[in-house]
């Protein structure tokens, strides 16, 4: 899902990984990295915030909030501008600094449907394109 993701993304394009821990949200951003050629490990960047991939079509800017405790932390460690650009931002865990997303983004909802099923649920939210994505079930 993540690769077939990848190709409607362009520069710019924010989106917001939603679910609960474990629901498959670093395995998601892993498929929209391969989508968009970027080789090597992509591992969740819960320790430092961020990690910026420039080998792909497109560079990503890939953000996991998990351990961040509110928006200043991440203001104070100088991350707020990397967050939109020309590139493509995937945020894990944005519920901890909603103040810090962009009006303009998908939300992406992943939510676990059974053992090794996974509900994925597309929602543009302030004027973000119809990517012709509703919902996929892996």
Known sequence: MGGRLAERLMPGDVLLLSGDLGAGKSELARGIARGLGIAGPVPSPT??????YDTGRVSLHHFDWYRAQDEEEI?????EEYIQGDWITLIEWHER???????????VQV????????LITFVPMGGFRDLGLMEDIL
């Open 97 to 107: 600094a909603p103040g810090l997303c962009p009006k303009k983004h998908l939300l």
């Open 75 to 79: 203001m104070a460690a100088g991350l």
């Open 47 to 52: 320790f430092s915030f961020l990690i910026i």
């Open 111 to 118: 939510d676990q449907a059974g053992e090794e099923t996974r």
